[in-house]
């Protein structure tokens, strides 16, 4: 048993964390957010430089990492720093779709930062179910809506799931194709999305199916975990040092127990989250990947929400401040519940699966 | 015990409705419900629509051109206007400065300023908060130093809640330094366009303009604009604080987001099936529901206490705490119904948004709603603050 990260990732966390507080800073961040393109490109080219895009594709594809626990440390950090450049999207999903179909002319050029891309899988009216998927390919072209995909204004190309006849399968459509239109808007923690309508748009099949898709999605919920920890690991270091130096009533509030054993609860719970983590990321490969992250997912969605809500709480008015750094943070850890199925969404999962 | 309302209570609910359906324009309702921002002529309009009822001051004396409303009819006006999404009423001089003139101001405070807020001449706005003052009010730091015919104001307050729409500023500020914290304190009117008056907006964590800093420099404030004695502020800010404190459970805003949450949950499918089916989701909702069902009576018992004329016990600090904390949780539970429609966000501050930005359910910014109303467990003493009340009168703070 060993709970040491690797020398390499290691040093991979260490050079993110520094590149992001040096150039992450909670003005700049700020500045992304209310920009008109909802993230900046210096980033996602300085993130492509240290490697990080690189450390989410295995060595066959052009990378130099993949695995369930570069993913996690890469996307902890990410969240530490509240980043909304779309790299769990645009560069995880649509990135390991591309290189499982061996496009690594795309691949490669994800790696070195010059090329942008969606994932365009869930519809409206699907909610988070997997398989709830209306867009239909016939002929090469493909039909249908696509809801709150990340980054599709911005992108080159889209990874998208369709039907054709019984089968779901991804495809991959550039942004300039005929019959495709896109909508898109901010979102509340920070980035942007659309709601994309294709029309006969043609499209060049991958050679993915529903399993792929599927393993997609698994290793997109490690991420969404990972990030979450990383804000939730923001948001409680924060609120303690908030309550040591905030003075009330003369003195400074965390002394006051009823708020000391708050901190204490969360500080328990923030292990939790870590832990629930590291079983997401170390499963993944095994016959336990499914149950791991079904149970990860519940247990980052609850204990979130408890993060953000307290952390909220315990500071006060300050926190209700879109400049302050907590509030991008505690919109992040919650926002983090709605994407790739929510609490209860996964509570069923682990349900079925635990019963199976 | 008898749980029903009275013959003319019913009578008066139907009054209320009646003038609701008539009088409340649909598309005023409309951005209600959805929780957009309302304009200020908007506001102005529905207290006008009121007081030409003669309904705007559901808790002032008749004698001042008030309703003389008790407790069980103010609770009636309240969930009805609840239930038709009807603006609520700004309550910074109805429900605040009203009361506490008509009790301490003198008889030219009362006629100047009692009338211009029924008619809508003055908006007034809160100057009590301060930065590093929060709930701990008394340690205010904002100074009034007598000079002529004038007090000279200066300080900073926050958290001024649609200050960017008022003209008056009621404070509370600091004319004796060296007493003690809360004997120092005077109440002051201010008029905002004074020079060295200045708002600077709060931006929130959804994006909305709804506090602001009020910054008072060299402020020259006449002397006539103290209200009761100086340094008895705290007396009268501490009436204002407990006066009129039914309707702090915000049943009726609860039970018209319950409503909403279920309508999206019926449209809203998961598995081919209605999200309200869901045994989760539904056990979600269930759990709310039993404690605003229990909570609505407990509102209603200190409703009935307030009517038949007994002092206010602890019941104003515990439904402050239920309260909010179910409010909060109809809010968790909106932005869980509408699932991945959750992430998008129709900013009031970006032109156009709300055009571009999809809203499938029909349900309005309900993420954003649910970050905004954590204030509800913040403000107005925040819920920490009043469960320190409670023990204190349950134990006797410990001595």
């Not at chain 1, 029309?199 to 990030?227: F, K, M, R």
């Amino acid at each position: 048993m060993n709970f040491e990260l690797t020398e390499e990732r290691r040093m991979l966390q260490d050079t993110l964390r520094r590149y992001l507080r040096a150039e992450y800073s909670t003005e700049r961040r700020n500045a992304i957010l209310d920009s008109e393109a909802g993230y900046e490109p210096e980033i996602w080219r300085g993130l492509a430089e240290l490697g990080v895009i690189g450390a989410l594709f295995d060595e066959a594809d052009g990378g130099f990492g993949g695995a369930g626990f570069d993913i996690a440390v890469v996307f902890e950090e990410l969240g530490r720093a509240g980043v909304v450049e779309p790299l769990l999207d645009g560069a995880l999903l649509a990135g390991r779709a591309l290189a499982m179909a061996g496009r690594q002319d795309v691949v490669d050029a994800l790696i070195g930062g010059e090329v942008q891309l969606a994932f365009a899988h869930y519809e409206p009216g699907g909610r988070y179910d997997l398989d709830f998927v209306r867009t239909a390919a016939v002929g090469g072209r493909l039909s249908g809506r696509k809801a709150v995909v990340m980054h599709a204004g911005a992108a080159d190309h889209l990874v998208v799931s369709a039907r054709d006849g019984d089968e779901i399968g991804l495809y991959l459509v550039a942004k300039d194709a005929a019959g495709l239109d896109i909508r898109d808007y901010p979102l509340l923690a920070g980035g942007r999305a659309g709601e994309v309508v294709l029309d006969g748009t043609p499209a060049e099949p991958l050679g993915l199916g529903y399993d792929a898709l599927c393993g997609l999605i698994d290793l997109a919920v490690v991420a969404q975990c990972a990030e979450a920890l990383g804000a939730m690991e923001t948001a409680v270091a924060l609120t303690q040092d908030y309550l040591m130096t905030r003075k009330q009533f003369g003195r400074p509030i965390g002394t006051f127990q009823a708020l000391a054993h708050r901190m204490a609860d969360l500080l328990i719970e923030l292990e939790q989250a870590r832990s629930a983590v590291i079983n997401a990321a170390g499963m993944v490969g095994t016959d336990q990947q499914a149950a791991t992250l079904a149970a990860s997912k519940v247990l980052m969605g609850r204990v979130g929400q408890l993060v953000a809500e307290e952390a909220i709480q315990m500071h006060g008015g300050i926190a209700m401040t879109q400049e302050y750094e907590l509030a991008h943070i505690a919109k992040r850890i919650v926002m983090a519940d709605h994407r790739f199925g929510d609490a209860d969404y996964h509570l069923e999962r682990f349900i079925a699966l635990s019963a199976a | 015990m008898d749980l029903s309302y009275s013959a003319e209570e019913d009578a008066f609910r139907a009054d209320v409705r009646a003038f609701l359906e008539a009088e409340l324009p649909t598309d005023l309702a409309e951005k209600v419900r959805l929780g957009r921002d309302l304009t200020k002529a908007e506001m102005e309009g529905w207290h006008a629509t009121l007081n030409a009822r003669g309904w705007l001051a559901p808790n002032w004396p008749k004698a001042f051109g008030g309703t003389e409303w008790n407790a069980v009819q103010r609770h009636i006006f309240d969930e009805e206007a609840a239930a038709a999404h009807a603006p609520r009423v700004v309550p910074f001089g109805l429900s605040m400065l009203g009361p506490v003139l008509q009790k301490f101001g003198n008889e030219a405070q009362q006629n100047h300023w009692l009338p211009r807020i029924l008619d809508g001449t003055d908006w007034w706005c809160q100057g009590y908060s301060e930065p590093g003052a929060g709930s701990d009010l008394a340690s205010l730091k904002t100074r009034a130093v007598r000079d002529g015919d004038h007090y000279v104001v200066n300080g900073q307050k926050t958290w001024t809640t649609l200050g960017q729409h008022a003209n008056m500023i009621f404070c509370l500020v600091r004319t004796d330094a060296d007493a003690k914290q809360q004997e120092g304190i005077s109440f002051l009117l201010i008029d905002m366009d004074t020079p060295g008056v200045e708002v600077r907006p709060i931006i929130l964590l959804d994006g909305s303009h709804e506090v602001n800093e009020v910054w008072f420099t060299d402020v020259r404030v006449p002397v006539e604009n103290l209200v009761g004695e100086e340094n008895k502020g705290w007396t009268y800010a501490k009436y204002l604080l407990t006066h009129e404190r039914t309707g702090l459970g915000g049943v009726g805003f609860s039970q018209a987001g319950l409503e909403a949450v279920k309508r999206i949950a019926r449209a809203e499918t998961h598995n081919g099936k209605p999200l309200i089916e869901n045994t989760h989701f539904a056990a979600r909702i269930a759990h709310i529901e039993i404690e605003l069902r229990a909570m609505a009576t407990t509102n209603l018992r200190a409703i009935s206490k307030a009517a038949a004329g007994e002092a206010p016990g602890l019941e104003a600090s515990m439904l402050k705490v239920k309260g909010s904390v179910i409010r909060q949780e109809i809010n968790d539970l909106a932005r869980r119904a509408v699932g991945p429609y959750a992430m998008p966000f129709a900013s009031e501050g970006v032109a156009g948004a709300n055009d571009t930005v999809p809203d499938p359910h029909d349900a309005g910014p309900v993420a954003a709603q649910y970050f905004n109303n954590r204030k509800l467990s913040i403000f107005g003493g925040s819920n920490e603050i009043q469960r320190g009340i409670i023990a204190k009168v349950a134990m006797g703070g410990g001595r």
